[in-house]
Every structure is written in structure tokens, then in C-alpha cells.
């Protein structure tokens, strides 16, 4: 069964930095897209970054470029999701997905376009 852990949430100041990491099992993770949502309180489910099955990465928020940087290390199962310049509206709960079915290998922006999802890690940015 694909399961997805997501790890490395934690509280830090703005301007700061912080890695998130998206173990999968289950699953040859290289087969398929794997993207990064996050959802602040009181706000809908919107998408962060993705990384496609071929390596190429898309960026889904205008607010996170040049910031964020998606990565996946394949003999590792993980994905990685690297924040810098942090600001506090970007805290919020970080998921990460894959869409499964014969899609699985390429990105979308919609959360309603992902079956599979972990359970989350906060990230806090705040002085």
C-alpha cells in the first residue's frame, strides 16, 4: 500500500530556512509525480511545488519562487521540499501527494487531483 511521511516541520523565524522531507513506501517513488500542498488555518488546500516522474519540476505557488526548491533523491524513496527566506505567511500544515492512477506520472495543481496523501507537518514562521 503507497504511503507518504512527510517530516522536518518545525518553528522558525522569518527569513530562516527549513528542509521537509516526503519518505514513500510501498512504491518506486521515481514513477511518479510527487507534489507539496500546504494549508494555513481558514484557508483552502493550495499547491507549493511539484516534481514530475522524469525529474522536471513545476512550481504551483507564484509566492514560493525563488524561495522554494523541490528535489527527489530516488534511492532514498524521498522527496524534498527546501524552504528559504521564510516568511510568516507561509506558515501553514505541509502535505505531500501523488495522484496515483494513470496519471500518476505528471503534476497537476488541484488537491482534488491527488488520491494519496501524508499526514502532514506544520511549519511555523514567526519572530
Known amino acids: 500500500q503507497l504511503q507518504l511521511v512527510e517530516s522536518g516541520g518545525g518553528s522558525v523565524q522569518p527569513g530562516g530556512s527549513l528542509r521537509l522531507s516526503c519518505a514513500v513506501s510501498g512504491a518506486t517513488s521515481d514513477y511518479h509525480a510527487i507534489a507539496w500542498f500546504r494549508q494555513a488555518p481558514g484557508k483552502e488546500r493550495e499547491g507549493v511545488s511539484c516534481?514530475?516522474?522524469?525529474?522536471?519540476?513545476?512550481t504551483l505557488a507564484d509566492s514560493v519562487k525563488g524561495r522554494f526548491t523541490i528535489s527527489r533523491d530516488n534511492a532514498k524513496n524521498t522527496v524534498y521540499l527546501e524552504m528559504s527566506s521564510l516568511k510568516p505567511e507561509d506558515t501553514a500544515v505541509y502535505y505531500c501527494?501523488?495522484?496515483?492512477?494513470?496519471?500518476?506520472?505528471?503534476?497537476?495543481?488541484?488537491?482534488?487531483?491527488?488520491?494519496?496523501w501524508g499526514q502532514g507537518t506544520l511549519v511555523t514562521v514567526s519572530s
Open positions: 501527494a501523488i495522484r496515483g492512477g494513470f496519471l500518476t506520472r505528471y503534476c497537476a495543481g488541484s488537491p482534488s487531483s491527488y488520491n494519496f
Open positions: 516534481i514530475h516522474s522524469t525529474g522536471v519540476s513545476t
